[in-house]
């Protein structure tokens, strides 16, 4: 199942084992994210090595680790995209993740953004929705 991941998501699987991480390393899942996604997460860098109690060498391994299953996805593949959609939503930030997922025709993104339900052009996805699509909520 093809699906953009959103920053906030790779930072929640990096602060704690939990749900987030469990669903990020789900085979089942095949995860996509624009290439500006390294960035915005670098960003928030000291924020999560001080949260997660991580050495900064211990930070790069993971996010080495949690890279390895998402593919980055260029500018170049959606850049005629973000015309189209620019104006769908109010946060600039998430222009390139709505634009990602038409580009790979992905199933929706994975966020916990309020902001991109703002849009309809994609489907927005929770951890819950994210377990719902595989069989896994406890719910179910």
Same mark, same amino acid.
């Given at each position: 199942?093809? +699906?953009?991941?959103?920053?906030?998501?790779? @930072?929640?699987?990096?602060? #704690? %084992?939990?749900?987030?991480?469990?669903?990020?390393?789900?085979?089942?899942?095949?995860?996509?994210?624009? *290439?500006?996604?390294?960035?915005? +997460?670098?960003?928030?860098?000291?924020?999560?090595?001080?949260?997660?109690?991580?050495?900064?060498?211990?930070?790069?391994?993971?996010?080495?680790?949690?890279?390895?299953?998402?593919?980055?996805?260029?500018? /170049? #593949?959606? @850049?005629?995209?973000?015309? %189209?959609?620019?104006?769908? +939503? %109010?946060?600039?930030?998430?222009?390139?993740? +709505?634009?990602?997922?038409?580009? /790979?025709?992905?199933?929706?993104?994975? /966020?916990? *953004?309020?902001?991109? %339900?703002?849009?309809?052009?994609?489907?927005? @996805? /929770?951890?819950? *929705?994210?377990?719902? #699509?595989?069989? #896994?909520?406890?719910?179910?």
């Amino acid at each position: 199942m093809r +699906i953009v991941i959103d920053a906030n998501r790779v @930072l929640a699987s990096m602060i #704690k %084992k939990g749900t987030t991480r469990e669903i990020l390393f789900d085979p089942l899942f095949e995860f996509f994210a624009p *290439d500006n996604i390294i960035s915005e +997460i670098r960003k928030h860098e000291k924020r999560v090595t001080k949260a997660a109690q991580l050495t900064n060498e211990e930070f790069e391994v993971l996010l080495l680790l949690i890279f390895e299953n998402i593919s980055i996805i260029p500018q /170049t #593949k959606y @850049l005629d995209l973000i015309a %189209k959609i620019k104006h769908s +939503i %109010k946060d600039p930030k998430d222009i390139p993740y +709505i634009a990602a997922c038409l580009a /790979t025709d992905s199933e929706g993104i994975w /966020t916990h *953004d309020p902001h991109f %339900k703002e849009q309809e052009k994609v489907e927005i @996805l /929770t951890n819950i *929705d994210m377990l719902r #699509k595989v069989g #896994k909520a406890k719910s179910d």
